[in-house]
């Protein structure tokens, strides 16, 4: 087996299903197997699957386990010698997958590549978030002022809007966005579970990054992007966005300067004195989490 797709859904029924009708249309030349690790959907997903796609792998988990944790169960009896994480609102537009696979094969040793994504589509075929940079102790310290002053950073380009330029082919990136991720199919390739939802694939590669293993950018390869396809949102605040904080605060726990680390616990103790006034009921996992943590 040359490459195991490795695919999470959670109540994505219409989209995982275009997104593997577009590998099967596009993807060719090349032995693959499909995996949908399931997080307990309830709109029917894996019954559609079975039905429409019989031949691929479906893992029911019984109850939602979070992106990265989702795609380990599915990475341990992968059988591919490369994996492509692959997001359930992604479909392909060429033949990415042998794209991916021949670049791998033909350079991974003599440049120590890590892992290779593409320049992400969005539906009106604008290049949209296909990669970023590493959170470092000073842009986490301005992001603080992001917060409760967004349009005034935008303004100063303290944080910048969403990527939408092409770049150039095989560019090394910090970290390549979890939407696509093309990797060797070993050790390196598993998420670590402290991460629900957000940062894990940037985790991942950080520790890529410090074993010396590069993450590329490729041109040729052509994937859109739907996002915000899993995403629900609350009437005022979204509980993504607070799941995106959790993760971010345990990214800066593990990875950098513990004083950065201590701000945004104040500042998460004051966004969840927001969500207590709104109403807004929060996991208690998350909360024991960061309680174990301080």
């Given amino acids: 087996m040359d490459v195991s797709i490795i695919i999470v859904n959670y109540n994505t029924k219409a989209l995982i299903l275009n997104c593997i009708k577009s590998i099967y249309q596009f993807t060719h030349e090349i032995k693959i197997e499909i995996i949908v690790s399931d997080n307990c959907s309830i ?31 599915a ?48 539906m009106n075929n604008c290049y949209t978030h296909s990669y970023g940079f590493f959170p470092t102790n000073k842009n986490q310290a301005l992001f603080l002022f992001y917060l409760p002053f967004k349009k005034i950073t935008q303004r100063l380009g303290v944080c910048k809007k969403k990527i939408e330029k092409q770049l150039d082919a095989a560019l090394c990136v910090d970290y390549l966005t979890g939407a696509d991720l093309f990797m060797r199919n070993d050790e390196n390739a598993f998420f670590d579970e402290n991460f629900f939802l ?47 904080k959790y993760s971010r605060i345990y990214f800066l726990h593990k990875n950098m300067n513990r004083n950065i680390y201590y701000y945004f616990c ?19 996992n998350y909360i024991k989490k960061i309680l174990g943590l301080v």
Avoid: W
């Avoid at 109850?63 to 990265?68: A, P, T």
């Avoid at 059988?79 to 609102?89: Q, T």
């Avoid at 993450?215 to 996002?227: G, N, S």
């Fill in 266 to 284: 104040i500042v998460l103790s004051i966004f969840y004195i927001i969500m207590v006034k709104a109403q807004i009921r929060v996991k208690a």
């Fill in 198 to 244: 957000y940062f894990e694939e940037t985790d991942l590669q950080f520790q890529l990054n410090k074993m010396g293993l590069k993450r590329v950018i490729l041109q040729d390869a052509k994937i859109k992007h739907i996002e915000m396809g899993s995403r629900t949102k609350t009437k005022n605040i979204s509980l993504a966005s607070l799941e995106e």
């Fill in 75 to 122: 990475k341990i009896i992968a059988k591919g010698k490369y994996i492509l994480f692959l997001n359930s609102d992604t479909e392909l537009q060429n033949n990415s997958v042998k794209i991916f696979y021949d670049y791998f094969e033909n350079n991974a040793v003599c440049t120590n590549i890590g892992a290779l994504g593409c320049n992400l589509m969005d």
């Fill in 43 to 73: 709109d029917g997903s894996i019954d559609a699957i079975k039905c429409v796609f019989p031949d691929v792998v479906i893992i029911d988990n019984k109850k939602n386990l979070g992106f990265g944790a989702a795609n380990n169960r």
